[in-house]
């Protein structure tokens, strides 16, 4: 039964209490009534305060139990329908809360492409997009969600990535251009060649990710958790002192009346919900409520190289000619031409460039994929090579750091082009902005040479590198990190890096244009391609733990204060239970503050 049922179903039996009592007179009955529901309601709560002890951790239930029981014991029961509608008012008021806090992360679902348009000999044909398969040709109509990764293949339009990206500029999308599931088509239509299943496609992971991180709630109490034994400790001293010395146990029940447990229940989870709302704002899908409480404490920070601290996409550097009957531009003309249906990296790099450079595509025939060596087509009606030396007939003179592909034309060598990764613009920033928050111990871990990886460290500014890494070195590296430097976080993008981001006390994936299993494996996903993000999810979740303890500890105090003038008797048990609601609303709007940027 939901919280907000119960909360109907106390209110309905308080009414029919107050009219059998002031309207027929007759309180027995509304004695019996309220001992009724009252009965019901402490069962039910004792009964998952048992498991709550059974599972090892301590709650407050005890405390809510105690004025329900004391107040009926002493016949101020309706101080105990108080107690009841509050309490049950509190949960819905939480449940209520945890909706408006999460939206922005459920709000994803709503998009949720569910059909597509499948061409087929110029017919449309609307299919379940779970049925799409990677090859098929599907029609985009002005104004719809792009049902699954593809690339296009007849028109031009302005794609709207927000919802994936956070860019509120519509990017230009044309002939040859990759456009993930989930973006919004703008005013024209585009014909579309798939090449990732519905499954696979960006935006089924991001709302898997939403899902993942909805269903997992019931750890947020860990922060109340440690307040819990003191606070009902001091509740009981303070009853009981009460007690004895004014020999009355109304006292006692006045006492446990404003002994609110709900700022412990409430005002933690509120705000780790509120924490990832934030999060999900700023492009950072955070899976669970612990990952904000580990975040908030991380001590050291690892990071991957390719695709991590730089961009993960090689650019041309430079372009040797060997035949003086080529130029550059005919050189990556015809490398790039080749090339074009490929999808490995030195590819997708050749023909970005292309583009760049507005170097126009030739018609490719032919192409041949010739393992471990390159790719042969036929383009323009010349036998083309595109890999290495060898393939290419001729011999390297390249050093072990560089990267390049030789090109040969009707077997005759007519140049190389080398290639460089580049450090991503906001690494540096990111770096500072890590350390400026405390975290000091921060590591390069990457399967890369060790000169390449010494050479990109020094540029950003870390000097613990560890080189050379298979994914079994990755996870020694992060299983060796001292008791006294955790939680400890892996950053990466690369599926040999997903059993690191894994085995991290927090796994981050840059997940924009990531692997899926790198994403599926981390407890955070980074969705716009900015590393900037991770140091926003450690400043986000600091100030979300930061607010939540705020929030418990204002509860605490204003509870402690109520019970120790009602200890006096000064406060009625009816105006104790009144107060509960005003505690609780203080709490929830404290904890809310933690979905606000500042």
Excluded at 92 to 107: F, N, P, T, V, W
Excluded at 348 to 375: C, F, H, Y
Excluded at 501 to 519: C, P, R, Y
Excluded at 554 to 574: D, H, K, N, T, Y
């Amino acid at each position: 039964m939901s919280n907000f049922k119960k909360f109907i179903i106390t209110v309905t039996v308080g009414i029919v209490a107050l009219i059998a009592e002031f309207g027929f007179k007759q309180p027995k009955i509304a004695f019996w009534l309220i001992l009724l529901i009252g009965g019901i309601t402490t069962i039910s709560m004792f009964i998952g305060m048992i498991k709550t002890l059974k599972s090892g951790k301590y709650g407050v239930d005890i405390l809510a139990i105690t004025a329900i029981v004391a107040t009926l014991a002493v016949g101020q029961y309706w101080a105990s329908l108080t107690v009841l509608i509050m309490l049950t008012g509190g949960d819905s008021l939480e449940d209520y809360a945890s909706r408006q806090a999460g939206k922005e992360l459920k709000a994803l679902l709503d998009n949720t492409p569910t059909t597509a348009h499948l061409l087929s000999d110029d017919t449309v044909t609307d299919v379940k997009v779970e049925t799409v398969k990677i090859g098929d040709r599907i029609l985009v109509k002005p104004g719809e969600v792009i049902p699954v990764d593809a690339t296009v293949e007849k028109g031009s339009s302005f794609v709207d990535e927000s919802s994936l990206t956070g860019e509120s500029k519509p990017v230009d999308k044309t002939v040859g251009d990759e456009l993930m599931s989930g973006s919004l088509n703008g005013d024209a239509a585009l014909t579309v060649k798939v090449y990732k299943e519905a499954k696979d496609s960006q935006y089924q992971l991001l709302v898997k990710l939403v899902k993942e991180s909805a269903a997992r709630p019931a750890k947020f109490v860990r922060l109340a958790d440690r307040y819990a034994v003191p606070f009902t400790l001091v509740a009981y001293l303070i009853g009981g002192v009460a007690w004895f010395l004014s020999k009355d146990p109304v006292r006692f029940a006045e006492v446990m009346v404003v002994a609110s447990p709900c700022p412990l229940i409430l005002a933690a989870p509120v705000a780790l919900v509120a924490g990832m709302s934030r999060s999900s704002r700023h492009g950072i899908v955070v899976k669970t409520g612990m990952t904000i409480e580990k975040l908030a404490k991380a001590q050291t920070i690892a990071f991957d190289k390719t695709g991590t601290i730089t961009a993960g996409q090689l650019f041309v550097d430079r372009v040797e000619i060997a035949d003086s009957a080529y130029d550059r531009h005919t050189v990556i003309q015809l490398a790039a031409s080749a090339e074009q249906a490929s999808t490995h990296i030195l590819s997708r790099s050749l023909i970005a460039d292309a583009k760049k450079e507005k170097i126009k595509l030739l018609p490719s025939e032919d192409l041949e994929e010739v393992t471990g060596q390159g790719i042969k087509a036929t383009v323009d009606g010349k036998s083309v090579k595109v890999g290495k030396a060898g393939f290419a007939h001729t011999e390297s003179h390249l050093s072990s750091d560089e990267t390049a592909v030789f090109v040969s034309v009707d077997d005759q060598f007519i140049g190389m082009i080398t290639f460089k990764d580049v450090v991503r613009k906001e690494t540096p920033e990111t770096i500072n902005k890590l350390k400026a928050l405390g975290i000091d111990n921060i590591s390069l871990i990457t399967g890369d040479k060790d000169s390449i990886a010494q050479t990109i460290a020094k540029q950003v500014g870390i000097t613990n590198v560890h080189s050379e890494c298979l994914p079994e070195d990755k996870i020694a590296i992060l299983k060796n990190v001292n008791d006294s430097e955790r939680p400890v976080i892996m950053v990466g993008d690369g599926v040999n890096d997903a059993p690191a981001l894994s085995i991290a006390d927090v796994g981050i994936a840059m997940g924009a244009h990531g692997s899926t299993a790198a994403s599926e494996s981390a407890d955070a996903v980074i969705l716009r391609d900015d590393l900037g993000r991770v140091a926003e999810a450690v400043n986000i979740s600091r100030n979300t733990m930061k607010i939540a303890k705020q929030s418990v500890l204002i509860g605490i105090f204003i509870c402690v204060f109520l019970m120790l003038v009602a200890s006096f008797g000064v406060i009625p048990a009816l105006l104790g239970a009144a107060l509960q609601e005003v505690i609780d609303t203080v709490s929830i709007l404290s904890a809310l503050r933690a979905k606000n940027d500042r």
